[in-house]
């Protein structure tokens, strides 16, 4: 473990960029974007389960962090998030069975993922403000 | 499970491939993303119904048996399925072998940390009275 050779400048192939986006591409990408952010979300789970162990008071203070604007901001996009890794989830499960490669199927599975995953969090967040009022 | 002719006879009755743990990964992700979909569905119908109520309610819904040991296997399966695909977005983007190593260290560490948090409040909310 002597000094490390200056690597030789080899061409590179030409990475993601050069492709024109495709709809099932972005949702590739939109996959692991939002399964990190749901990584890192769950230290707001484990927080929220945390405060309400701790008593009335920790929990009080959490609630007023996820009732301020950017704390509903992130709870909305967290369930977005939420909803669609799930879809995007089913998807792959789908495409595991050996189907849904096709062309137009590929391209449905893509546009159904985003339409649900969109109004599945609309629908959630209507019911949750129209029905029982919203968070507290 | 590439298996061509350039491996031994042994290595194909192992059918473990070049990484020595074959499918492992691949099959606890689907596993657990079978299991994650009922499971963060009954997730988020338990938080529904726990919004607007005060902190006893809270206390005592999250701490009942059935909500309990849905949101204990939910964290289970969950923290589960982030590591392998965290592991696999490392593996993918970080080419330095040292920041690698020191990533998935920290990848492991960190979901260890938020699953025991996790099932640690629950435990103490199930058994508080």
Redesign the interface.
């Known amino acids: 473990m002597t000094d490390v050779k200056t690597p030789v400048e080899r061409p590179l192939s030409p990475h993601l960029f050069i492709y024109k986006p495709m709809l099932t591409m972005l949702m590739s990408i939109a996959h692991r974007i939002t399964g990190t952010a749901l990584y890192f979300g769950t230290l707001l789970i484990a927080w929220w389960l945390l405060a309400a162990a701790s008593g009335p008071n920790t929990y009080a203070a959490m609630g007023s962090f996820i009732n301020s604007i950017f704390g509903r901001l992130i709870l909305f996009g967290y369930t977005w998030a939420l909803l669609h890794h799930m879809l995007g989830g089913i998807r792959h499960l789908i495409w595991d069975t050996g189907r849904g490669f096709g062309p137009y199927e590929r391209e449905w599975l893509a546009i159904a993922t985003l339409v649900g995953s969109i109004s599945l969090t609309i629908i959630i967040w209507v019911v949750g403000y129209l029905f029982v009022g919203g968070p507290r | 499970m590439a298996v061509g002719r350039m491996s031994t006879p042994l290595a194909r009755v192992r059918g473990l491939g070049p990484a020595h743990s074959g499918t492992d990964h691949f099959w606890h992700q689907?596993l657990t993303?079978?299991a994650?979909?009922p499971l963060?569905i009954a997730f988020?119908f338990i938080l529904?119904a726990l919004?607007?109520r005060?902190?006893?309610a809270?206390?005592q819904i999250?701490g009942s048996p059935l909500v309990a040991v849905i949101?204990l296997l939910c964290?289970i399966s969950?923290?589960a399925h982030?590591r392998i695909?965290?592991q696999v977005?490392i593996e993918d983007y970080v080419q330095d072998q040292r920041a690698k190593l020191v990533l998935l260290m920290a990848n492991t560490f960190f979901v260890v940390a938020?699953a025991l948090?996790?099932v640690?409040?629950?435990l103490?909310?199930s058994f508080?009275v």
């Open positions: 689907r993303a079978v994650n979909v963060i988020v529904i919004l607007r005060n902190h006893a809270v206390v999250l949101l964290i969950v923290t982030m695909g965290m977005i938020v948090a996790s640690f409040a629950l103490m909310l508080k």
